[in-house]
């Protein structure tokens, strides 16, 4: 039985590591994403066909693939941090990350080719060109950012793996739900449920409003 | 007048193909030179190389009497300014696309105002100023890539084919703004184009350029008068 009390703890610790793993994606996705739109090396179209494969991979995948790592005997078993929210962190980041790439790299090339060169043939430097194509991309951009964080604050095979569901440590909204109705404590999963899904429209309602600020 | 922009034995090959071969060709300061030739003629590829957006296979340009090639990608691009077929405005206002290229320089909000709003107002576009580029219809959209063309007051100007997506009444009325603009201004510009009229119309001098090679250059009118073979007299319709 989960506490009221224990409530906020989860809810904080979901959005804790949700958002470190979205931002995390970020950093990867968005200068990945830009280099697979803007340029011109071998192996390419290998890394495109990867990201594009990474997009639809199963939070259990992951699970079993993180775990594995970080398990005791793993390559980085060392470090300690199965069962901790780190662990949670790096299951989510590998994720979200192919998602925000994608994305990038649709958000990117469905701007118009010639503008590269515009903004080149204006005086821009290689990184006032992406700034600016960034820019002109941001809907998209921010789209790619909700799809990111969409897909690991509901995902719940790898946090359960990588975490452990360890009360007051590594339990977040998702394993909680998944524990309550396997208790058969239904009320309690539909009211996690319910604060889930209620925080998970919030954050996409605050984000889609800033990427729509302006359009009407 | 002396030469801003002197290219020779200028090649360009693609696929094997030599898409790009001008043996000598020299710009000189306040010149309007028109490249006009049919779709597949080289024009886009010299526009490119002229841009520094590809590198040629051989040969050498001397800008400001220096090889361009000892100039920093980055340096020769801001002493140039390109404006495209299409107008390629960002989803910004009308002022702040006119002002991008002088942010790329770090300019000063005093200078980028006083040269924005000058080059609005001189191309009948300054009422738009914070109307968003979105929001304009083809012409004022061409007007402001102009303008902030304009604005940077670049040794070279660079157009290509400015003037092909727009209405015929459009693009006379530009055109007849842009030509006050250019004999006003001196400003040094490579205008290409597959139009005569256009090239008639605002150039100094134009040089027909066929399968990759510049077959003739001289005073417009001259060179539509007298073609000096069989090809170009084709091309000109003749």
Known sequence: ?216 | MTALLQLSNLRVRREGNIVLDIESLAVKRGEVLAIVGPNGAGKSTLFLVLARLLKADQGQVLFNGRPANSIPDLEYRRQIALVLQEPLLMDMSVYENAAIGLKFRGSSKVQIAKRVNHWLHRLCVAHLSQRPARKLSGGEAQRVSLARAFVLEPDLLLLDEPFSSLDAPTRIRLLEDLKSVLTETKMTTIFITHDLQEALKLATRVAVMLNGRIEQSGIPQNVFDEPINERVAGFLGK
């Open chain 1, 1 to 216: 039985m989960i506490f009221d009390s224990e409530i906020p703890q989860i809810t904080l610790l979901s959005l804790r590591v949700s958002s470190v793993a979205t931002a995390i994606s970020l950093l990867i996705g968005l200068p990945l994403g830009t280099l697979l739109a803007l340029g011109k090396f071998p192996g390419r179209s290998f890394l495109l066909s990867l990201i594009n494969t990474g997009m639809a991979l199963p939070p259990v995948v992951v699970g079993l693939a993180v775990a594995m790592t970080l398990w005791r005997s793993g390559a980085l078993g060392d470090m300690r941090l199965i069962y901790t929210p780190t662990a949670i962190i790096i299951a989510q980041t590998v994720i979200a990350a192919p998602v925000v790439t994608g994305l990038t790299v649709a958000a990117l090339q469905q701007l118009n080719p010639r503008l590269k060169l515009q903004l080149y043939g204006l005086g821009a430097s290689r990184a006032q060109m992406i700034l600016s194509l960034w820019r002109e991309a941001r809907l998209p951009l921010l789209a790619a950012v909700m799809a990111g964080f969409g897909s690991v604050i509901s995902e719940v095979g790898a946090s359960m793996m990588v975490g452990g569901n360890i009360r007051g440590q590594t339990r977040v909204l998702t394993t909680a739900i998944v524990l309550e109705t396997s208790k058969g404590e239904f009320e309690q999963a539909i009211a996690l449920s319910v604060l889930l899904l209620t925080i998970t429209f919030l954050i996409n309602w605050a984000l889609t409003w800033i990427q729509q600020r302006g359009k009407e």
